[in-house]
């Protein structure tokens, strides 16, 4: 017996953010975050998301349905340091009837404590990144996404 995948009581949300500070432990000896901490971040914001349409990642896995990166591009603009405080910016801009595809904007807020400016910072954007998720059965085959999940005809 395949379990019931659940479905949102409402549309799925398509755009939305959260937001974080950069950990120590996310950094260099310099002070800034490492390339590879920006991935979970993105994690974060996709997970979020999915949570902000009423289901959560662990409901799906427990269905059955488990969403696995296929595609990762994610394009470095300036440094996010330590303590700086970050938003993330996630956006579901498609796919097919397998693939879930998001466009993720990191945006630093403001400095951390660690490395006041001299002047007021405005935000900007530190990193660009989009995400392509391949829908897999638990046995590692494609499989097709939730009905709910499928992008709508354009």
Not at 67 to 81: H, K, Q
Not at 114 to 126: E, L, Y
């Amino acid at each position: 017996m395949t379990p019931h995948t659940p479905e949102p009581s409402a549309a799925p949300v398509v755009s939305g953010s959260l937001q974080l500070r950069v950990r120590y432990c996310e950094c260099d000896p310099m002070g800034v975050a490492h390339h590879a901490s920006y991935i979970p971040w993105l994690e974060m914001g996709r997970t979020e998301l999915l949570r902000d349409s009423g289901i959560t990642y662990a409901q799906l896995e427990a269905a059955g349905t488990l969403l696995v990166i296929v595609r990762l591009d994610v394009r470095y603009r300036r440094p996010c340091r330590y303590d700086d405080l970050l938003e993330i910016r996630t956006r579901w801009v498609g796919g097919s009837r397998v693939k879930i595809e998001h466009e993720y904007e990191v945006v630093v807020l403001g400095p951390g404590a660690a490395h006041p400016p001299p002047a007021p910072v405005a935000p900007f954007t530190a990193a660009v990144a989009t995400t392509t998720l391949a829908c897999v059965g638990r046995d590692g085959k494609i499989r097709e996404l939730p009905r709910w999940l499928v992008p709508a005809k354009q």
